[in-house]
C-alpha cells in the first residue's frame, strides 16, 4: 500500500471520530509522523491534523510527563 492510500484510510478514520468528537485538532504521533510529507495531502481539510512535534518520541514524553504528575499528586 502506497503513503497516499495509506492517509486515504486513516482520513477515513479521522472522519469517523470527527462525527463522534468534533476535535479541533488532531494530532499524529508515533513513528509514521516522521513520513508526514508523504501521507498528508490525503487528509481532508476538518479536522486539522498535524503531527506529532516530538514524532516517535511524543508518547515515551506523555507517558513520563503523566507518571511524574502522579507522583507530585497521589
Known amino acids: 500500500m502506497s503513503w497516499h492510500e495509506w492517509g486515504k484510510r486513516v482520513d477515513k478514520y479521522i472522519k469517523y471520530i470527527d462525527r463522534l468528537f468534533s476535535p479541533d485538532l488532531v494530532i ?25 512535534v516530538l514524532e516517535n518520541q511524543a508518547g515515551i514524553v506523555g507517558a513520563a510527563v503523566t507518571a511524574a504528575a502522579d507522583i507530585h499528586n497521589p
Open 28 to 52: 499524529v504521533g508515533g513513528g509514521v509522523s516522521r513520513k508526514w510529507e508523504k501521507y498528508s495531502q490525503a487528509f481532508s481539510k476538518t479536522p486539522d491534523v498535524v503531527p506529532a
